[in-house]
């Protein structure tokens, strides 16, 4: 049985794909970078660090001063569009 995932909190409600990349060049991403207030800065990053096509780490950047606040395992409840 899995464990539920962690929800995050977001600066807003919306989200804005800035960066959606392929690193591995499988044609899958697996780094995305968003904007969920709509300032067109970031705030939510998300990692598929096994080439599942899943998001396996969230990290969200409240004050959108280069470090994140919180770091979480899984989507945080934000599965990407892409």
Do not use: C, S, Y
């Amino acid at each position: 049985m899995t464990e539920p995932q962690e929800t995050v909190e977001t600066r807003g409600d919306e989200r804005v794909d800035l960066i959606a990349n392929d690193t591995t060049g499988d044609g899958k991403p697996d780094v995305w970078v968003a904007d969920t207030d709509g300032d067109g800065k970031p705030d939510l990053f998300q990692f598929d660090t096994d080439g599942d096509g899943k998001v396996d780490i969230t990290m969200v950047d409240l004050d959108q001063d280069g470090n994140p606040e919180t770091i979480v395992d899984g989507d945080g409840g934000l599965p990407p569009q892409v």
